[in-house]
């Protein structure tokens, strides 16, 4: 069983924490407990990730970092890999609220996507380290990778919605197919971040400024 932490790691995920994760508003107090329980469990696990990689990490070693029973973890969990749904969710609920956003007809679509590209990256760049742990779990295994392109094609069609209300609004070009656009923005968005995780400078705000304003110039109606 793994017994050590290093302090670096642990700060990084102690980042993680934030009080304004779409997907856990609005939920009763018992709810918001559970989906607290769940994010804790997820942290540590992603800090046993990050200091020894996704394969070498066991249920045990999770719930011993949490400070809480094994029996515990099933009753969120099916297994270790349905921890990094907790990821998911948290992503799926900033591409929620950009579509909610976009719906409301507030804001401009090009406000609603550049504010949805700096979002999602708040939890995976808080550092190059945590980057890398992430990219890696996630492609550890078939569990995984099913479960990631499960959660990526949900948020596709959300963002399939979004471009649709930028073509209609006369933002985005008409003849663009919106499922391509929503492909090229995940693209852009996971390609930035691969890149900054192996180099760690500039700050990844600079890359995902740079690489959204590459994206629109590609999809707006030129003026």
């Known amino acids: 069983m793994i017994t050590s932490h290093s302090s670096h790691s642990a700060a990084l ?3 993680l924490a934030s009080e304004s994760l ?4 609005g939920l009763g107090r018992r709810q918001r407990r559970a989906a607290e329980t769940r994010l804790r469990l997820f942290r540590c696990a992603l800090q046993l990730f990050a200091e020894h990689g996704f394969p070498n990490v066991t249920v045990e070693d999770i719930t011993e970092a949490a400070d809480v029973g094994k029996g515990t973890f099933f009753n969120y969990f099916e297994s270790k890999d349905h921890v990094l749904g907790v990821m998911a969710e948290i992503q799926l609920g900033k591409v929620r609220e ?3 956003l976009s719906e409301s007809g507030k804001q401009t679509i090009y406000s609603v996507l550049h504010r949805l590209f700096l ?3 708040e939890e995976p760049g808080r550092s190059p380290d ?3 742990a992430l990219i890696s779990s996630f492609l550890a295994s078939e569990g995984v990778r099913c479960l990631i392109d499960r959660n990526m094609s ?3 069609k959300m963002v399939a919605q979004i471009v649709a209300a930028g073509q209609t609004r006369g933002e985005i070009e008409s003849h663009l197919r919106k499922e391509k656009v929503a492909i090229q923005l995940q693209q852009a968005f996971m390609g930035t971040l691969l890149l900054w995780s192996l ?3 500039p700050a990844l705000q600079t890359w995902i400024e740079e690489s959204f304003q590459h994206f629109w110039r590609a999809i707006a109606v030129s003026s």
């Open 154 to 156: 949900e948020g596709r």
């Open 119 to 121: 979002r999602v990256a």
């Open 22 to 25: 779409p997907h856990l508003q």
């Open 130 to 132: 945590l980057a890398r």
């Open 98 to 100: 950009a579509l909610t």
């Open 13 to 15: 995920v102690e980042a």
């Open 199 to 201: 180099q760690g400078r």
